[in-house]
C-alpha cells in the first residue's frame, strides 16, 4: 500500500458513518456483559467474547492466562513494518449506586445522541473505536497500512495486579513503534487530549474490628473501644485540612513539575468554569485558580477518602456501637513515588500512631509514568486530532488518573499517545456512564488516521 | 379483696405456667408487625393490635393520637385505691444487618429454650408480661388487686419525641402510686436488676454534600473538596482518643456521681469478665476497671459513633471521590445536662471549627432522669425480685441506656422501677433478639406480685 489521497480518507470515513450501526451493535455486545472485575463478574466470558470480536475483524486473537483474569492478545499485519500497540481493557468499573441510572448499566442503550452503559466508554467503546478503524481502512484500501496489536487486559480497574509480570514476560511478543493508550476524547472546548503519562496510584482498604459483635450504645459508649471512632481517628492522621499528607517521608520522593511541564500547563485551556457548573463546587480546595490549580491537579499527590462504612446507615436512628468500620483510601502519586514503599511507610505511620489494630488491605498499585511530550509518535497522533477535529491537541504533561502506564515504559521503552471518544461529563467510573455518538465516530476517523500515518511513514 | 396468702400465690404461678403457649401465642402476634418507628413500618396496626390484647385481657383501652404515632391507653381498676402506671412502647428498632439474623426477624419462634425475634424483649415482650400477670390474678382471685394504668406509645426507639407533651396534657389521667418501667431482666449473676434513673441521650445525624455529584478520584482528588473528609475531620473534633469530648461546656452541668450513687455501685456484682466473653474485648476503654468502670459506664458522658455512610462500600476498589458523607453520632448523657442545650453547643462547636457545610439533624433527645433508690415503692419492687428470683436484687443508680423517664419524673412525680424479662446477652437492639422462656415466666411472676403488693399495703 503507498500514500493514502484525500480520495481515500473521505471514503474511509463515509465507510465509519455508512457502519456506525454495526459498530454500536458490537459496542452493545460487549457491554451486556457485566465484567466488574472487583466483584469477578463475566469475566471469561467477556474475555472470549472479546477474543471473537477482535477475529470478526480480522485480527488473530488468542486468550492468555495471567495469575489472575486472562489477557486477550490480538495481531494483524500490514503494508508496512510499522507496528501499532493498542492497550485496552475489558474489564469495567463497578455500576453501584444502581439507583441512580437512568438506564440498565448493563444494557447499552443509545438516547439523546449518546451511548449509555457500564463500560461504553471505559474501555470497551475504545476497544471497538479501534476495530471500527480497521475495519473501514480494509474495506477501502484492501488491508491494514501498518501493523496492528492488541493488548486487552482484565485487571485495569482493580489496579493491574498480572500486568507488569505478563509484559516483562513478553516483551518481544509486545514490540511496537507507539502505543496507543486505553483512553481519550475531547476536553470541555471540544479539543482532542493527549496525556504525556500517568499519576501512580495505591488504593487501600482500612479495616478495623474492635468486638465479635455489635453493643448497644447505651451499654458500650463508654466502656466498648467502637471501630467506627477507631477509623475516624485514624483517618484523621493521614491529611490536615490544608491537604498536606501527614504520613512521614510521603513527599521525600517527589519530582516537581519540571519546566517544560509548566509550559504545558500554562498552555491547557481552563476548565474552571465547567468544573464549577458540572459538580456545583463554590470553589476548588485551598481556593486555587489558574495555573496553581491546573499544577495541583496533576502534579500533587492526593489522599482521597473513596468510601466509609460502618454500623447502622439506615433513616432515623439505630442506637449501636459498631464492631467494625471500612474505609476505602485512593492515593494518587507523581513521578519518582513509588507505590511499594508509600504502602509500607502507611502501614508504619499507622503503626507508629498507636493504630495497630487497623488491617491494611491492597486493592491497587502503580507508579507514575511519564512519556516525552515531544516525541514523534506523540506529534504524529496529535496531528491527526487537528485534522479530525479541526483544532489544536491539548497535550497534558500527564493525566490526572492512573494506570499501568509505567510497566509499559519500564519494558518496552516505546513512546505512548491517546485516541478517544470521551468527554469530562462521560460519566466515566459514575452512573449513566454515557459516550456521545459524534465522539465515538471521531475517534474512529482519528484511529484510522493514526494507523494511516504510522504506514505511510511511521514516526522515523 | 383481702390479703393472699401462699396458696393463692402457688395457684397464681401455677396459673402461669400452665398458659404459658398462648402468652407466647399473642406475643407472637404482636412482633409479626414490623413497627420499626425509624422506617414509620405498621405503626397504626401494631397499635390497634396492643388495643385489642389489652382488651382481650380486661383492660379498658383506647388510641390515642399524638404529634406523630399514637398512644396506647389502657386502664382496669382493683380492689384497692393504689394504682400502678405501666410505661412500655409498641415500636421497635429496625432489623438490620438482616444477614445476621438465624432466624426471620419479624417471625418470633422458639428454639432452644428462647424465642427469637425483633420486638420480643424490647419491648413487646414486656406489654404480653403484665397483662399476662393480669390474666392470672383476675383468674385465681376473681380480680384486680390494685389500680392499673398502660400507657404504650410508638416513638420510643426514635427519641419519644411525642411523649413529653402527651404526659404534660394527660397528668390526671396518668396519676398513679408507681410506675413500671418498660425494661428489666436480670444480670449475668441470675440477680433481678433495678434502675433508679436513666441516661440522657441526644441522637444526631451529621451530613454533609460537598458536590452536586460523585466525581472520578483521579479527577477531584488534589481539586474537589471531599464530603467522606470533610465528616471525617469534623467528627475528630468531637471526641479524641482519651474518650474526652471536646465540644467546650459539653460538662459544665455534669452532676457528679454522689456518694449514695458510689455506694450503690460499689454493691453492684463485677460484670467484666462476662462482658469481655460476650464482646470479645482483651480490654475496656482506658482500661478501665473495677468500680472506676462502672462509673464510667453510669456517670461518664459519651460521644459514640453508630453509623457511617459514604461512597464507595463493595468489594475491591472504585475509584471516586464522594459527594455526600453521613455519621449517626449518639450522645449519652448524663443528670443535669440538658439535651437541646447541648445540641445548641454541638452546632456552635462546628460552625466554630469552620464545619458549616454540615448538617446536623436530630433524632433523639432525652433528658437524664432519676429516681430515689430509697422509695417505698422501688423497695416494694426490690422485695418481689428477692421472693421470685430468690436472691437479692442488684440497684442500680441508674440504667445506661436511656428512655423518656425525665417527663414521668418531671410531670408526674412517682417513683419508678422495673420488673422484666431480659438478660445482657438477649440481643436487644442487635441481630437476634431474644428472651429466655424462663426469664419470661419469672417476669410475669414478679409483675403479678407487685400487683399483689400494691394492693395489700401500697406504698404507704
Request: with cysteine.
Amino acid at each position: 500500500m503507498t500514500d493514502v489521497n484525500t480520495t481515500d480518507l473521505a471514503a474511509i470515513d463515509r465507510h465509519i458513518e455508512e457502519h456506525l450501526e454495526q459498530y454500536l451493535a458490537d459496542l452493545r455486545l460487549l457491554c451486556r456483559l457485566p465484567s466488574v472485575a472487583a466483584q469477578s463478574r463475566s469475566i471469561d466470558e467477556t474475555a472470549e467474547a472479546t477474543r471473537g470480536l477482535l477475529e470478526k475483524y480480522g485480527v488473530a486473537a488468542t486468550i492468555m492466562p495471567t495469575a489472575r483474569f486472562p489477557v486477550v492478545y490480538g495481531e494483524a499485519s500490514g503494508t508496512a513494518n510499522e507496528t501499532v500497540l493498542c492497550y485496552n481493557h475489558y474489564d469495567v468499573q463497578p455500576a453501584e449506586p444502581l439507583e441512580l441510572w437512568d438506564s440498565e448499566p448493563f444494557d447499552a442503550i443509545v438516547r439523546d445522541g449518546s451511548i449509555f452503559g457500564r463500560g461504553v466508554g471505559d474501555d470497551k467503546g475504545h476497544i471497538i473505536c479501534r476495530l471500527a478503524a480497521i475495519d473501514a481502512l480494509c474495506a477501502v484500501t484492501g488491508g491494514l497500512p501498518c501493523g496492528i496489536k492488541f493488548l486487552i487486559e482484565g485487571e485495569e480497574e482493580i489496579g493491574s495486579g498480572s500486568l507488569d509480570p505478563f509484559i516483562a514476560e513478553h516483551k518481544d511478543m509486545l514490540q511496537a513503534d507507539g502505543c496507543l493508550w486505553e483512553f481519550g476524547g475531547v476536553d470541555y472546548d471540544g479539543r482532542p487530549q493527549i496525556f504525556a503519562g500517568m499519576r501512580g496510584d495505591l488504593y487501600v482498604e482500612l479495616r478495623v474490628r474492635t468486638a465479635n459483635r455489635d453493643a448497644h450504645s447505651g451499654l458500650g459508649g463508654s466502656q466498648f473501644p467502637n471501630a467506627a471512632w477507631r477509623l475516624t481517628w485514624a483517618l484523621a492522621t493521614l491529611k490536615n485540612q490544608n491537604e498536606r499528607i501527614l504520613i512521614p517521608g510521603w513527599y521525600d520522593d517527589v519530582r516537581d513539575a519540571s519546566p517544560r511541564d509548566m509550559e504545558l500547563l500554562e498552555a491547557l485551556p481552563s476548565e474552571e468554569d465547567r468544573l464549577q457548573r458540572t459538580y456545583g463546587l463554590k470553589n476548588f480546595l485551598l481556593d486555587a485558580t489558574g495555573t496553581e490549580l491546573k499544577r495541583r491537579a496533576l502534579f500533587e499527590p492526593t489522599c482521597t477518602i473513596s468510601g466509609l462504612s460502618s454500623g447502622y446507615q439506615g433513616p432515623g436512628s439505630k442506637t449501636i456501637l459498631p464492631a467494625e468500620a471500612m474505609a476505602k483510601v485512593d492515593f494518587r502519586l507523581v513521578p519518582n513515588q513509588s507505590a511499594e514503599q508509600l504502602l509500607g511507610k502507611l502501614k508504619q505511620h499507622l503503626a507508629d500512631q498507636g493504630f495497630d489494630d487497623i488491617d491494611v488491605i491492597q486493592h491497587g498499585g502503580y507508579d507514575a509514568a511519564r512519556v516525552d511530550p515531544d516525541a514523534p509518535f506523540v506529534q504524529l497522533v496529535a496531528d491527526t486530532g487537528w485534522d479530525v477535529y479541526d483544532r489544536p491537541v491539548a497535550l497534558h504533561p500527564t493525566s490526572g488518573g492512573s494506570g499501568p502506564m509505567d510497566s509499559f515504559v519500564r519494558h518496552l521503552g516505546m513512546p505512548i499517545a491517546n485516541v478517544g471518544i470521551g468527554y469530562p461529563d462521560s460519566g466515566a467510573h459514575a452512573p449513566n456512564e454515557h459516550v456521545r455518538i459524534d465522539d465515538f465516530i471521531r475517534g474512529i476517523k482519528q484511529t484510522a488516521r493514526v494507523f494511516l500515518r504510522m504506514g505511510e511513514s511511521g514516526t522515523r
